[in-house]
């Protein structure tokens, strides 16, 4: 049975969610990437599966994902990013963090929701989290995935019915998407944030981890003051292909996410 992504809520504080992409800049580089993070605090790991028409993804992690799926032999997709899951968490550790892939519905089908699920367990991965599958219409994979998290989407368009059934359905935690369009490095962060985050939480008992637009370790310190988690993509997925880079940016963003950066003030 899978552990589940709890883990990565249960430290009393903000939970660092930090992604990176499976294959790239190759294999052998985003398994070193995972262990750079895990070693650099992040609570818990959103592994991109690379994939040919994302609708979330933007330019950066787009860009990471046709690397991966040409550079490695092959090619790479969702059973070679479940098999780099598995070798990570096989051999990181009781201590390491969950780890939840990022995938689309197309690859779910394509490869078949049972089997899916099956290989998911079997590599020991926590959740799930499938941008352009809505609550109303998962009853197939839920059924397939038992025992691993799925987390769903609230954004700021969401109705407060929508918002209540995403609460209802997720598992682990609830994705807060801090902004409408695709996924990057912003200058600023929406003012109404803070609103959009206390509607979210009212909805669910879960923690709620805000996604989206979060780059820089001072914007993941404000968000972690109105969250239980900071999600950032682009700005590490831009730093993956340099481990040492990456290796210091995640530190610095989990010292900023677990109340260290404010302490220093």
Same mark, same amino acid.
């Given at each position: 049975?899978?552990?589940?992504?709890?883990?990565?809520?249960?430290?009393?504080?903000?939970?660092?969610?930090?992604?990176?992409?499976?294959?790239?800049?190759?294999?052998?580089?985003?398994?070193?990437?995972?262990?750079?993070?895990?070693?650099?605090?992040?609570?818990?790991?959103?592994?991109?599966?690379?994939?040919?028409?994302?609708?979330?993804?933007?330019?950066?992690?787009?860009?990471?994902?046709?690397?991966?799926?040409?550079?490695?032999?092959?090619?790479?997709?969702?059973?070679?990013?479940?098999?780099?899951?598995?070798?990570?968490?096989?051999?990181?550790?009781?201590?390491?963090?969950?780890?939840?892939?990022?995938?689309?519905?197309?690859?779910?089908?394509?490869?078949?929701?049972?089997?899916?699920g099956s290989a998911m367990?079997?590599?020991?991965?926590?959740?799930?989290?499938v941008p352009d599958l809505?609550?109303?219409?998962?009853?197939?994979?839920?059924?397939?995935?038992?025992?691993?998290?799925? %987390?769903?989407?609230?954004?700021?368009? #969401? $109705? &407060?019915?929508?918002? @209540?059934? =995403?609460?209802?359905?997720?598992? !682990?935690? +609830?994705?807060?998407?801090?902004?409408?369009?695709?996924?990057?490095?912003?200058?600023?962060?929406?003012?109404?944030?803070?609103?959009?985050?206390?509607?979210?939480?009212?909805?669910?008992?879960?923690? %709620?981890?805000?996604?989206?637009?979060? #780059? $820089? &370790?001072?914007?993941? @310190?404000? =968000?972690?003051?109105?969250?239980? !988690?900071? +999600?950032?993509?682009?700005?590490?997925?831009?730093?993956?292909?340099?481990?040492?880079?990456?290796?210091?940016?995640?530190?610095?963003?989990?010292?900023?996410?677990?109340?260290?950066?404010?302490?220093?003030?």
């Open positions: 049975m899978s552990p589940g992504l709890a883990r990565a809520f249960s430290h009393g504080r903000p939970a660092l969610v930090a992604y990176v992409m499976g294959g790239y800049p190759d294999r052998a580089g985003s398994l070193a990437a995972l262990r750079a993070l895990a070693e650099a605090g992040a609570d818990l790991i959103e592994l991109g599966v690379p994939y040919a028409d994302p609708l979330a993804d933007g330019p950066v992690i787009r860009e990471a994902a046709e690397v991966a799926r040409s550079a490695n032999p092959g090619g790479f997709g969702l059973a070679e990013t479940i098999d780099l899951a598995g070798e990570f968490i096989a051999t990181a550790g009781a201590d390491a963090p969950p780890v939840a892939l990022m995938t689309y519905l197309n690859p779910l089908m394509r490869v078949g929701m049972p089997a899916v367990r079997g590599a020991g991965i926590g959740g799930v989290i809505p609550p109303d219409m998962a009853g197939p994979w839920l059924a397939a995935s038992d025992g691993i998290d799925t %987390v769903f989407l609230a954004a700021p368009t #969401s $109705t &407060p019915e929508r918002l @209540a059934r =995403v609460g209802q359905a997720s598992r !682990g935690f +609830v994705y807060c998407v801090s902004t409408t369009g695709v996924t990057g490095e912003r200058a600023d962060l929406p003012s109404e944030l803070a609103d959009l985050v206390v509607r979210v939480k009212a909805a669910t008992p879960l923690p %709620v981890a805000v996604g989206f637009g979060v #780059s $820089t &370790p001072g914007q993941a @310190a404000l =968000v972690a003051r109105i969250a239980d !988690g900071v +999600v950032v993509g682009s700005a590490i997925v831009r730093r993956q292909d340099d481990l040492d880079s990456l290796r210091k940016f995640a530190a610095e963003l989990a010292d900023a996410v677990h109340g260290q950066f404010f302490a220093r003030l």
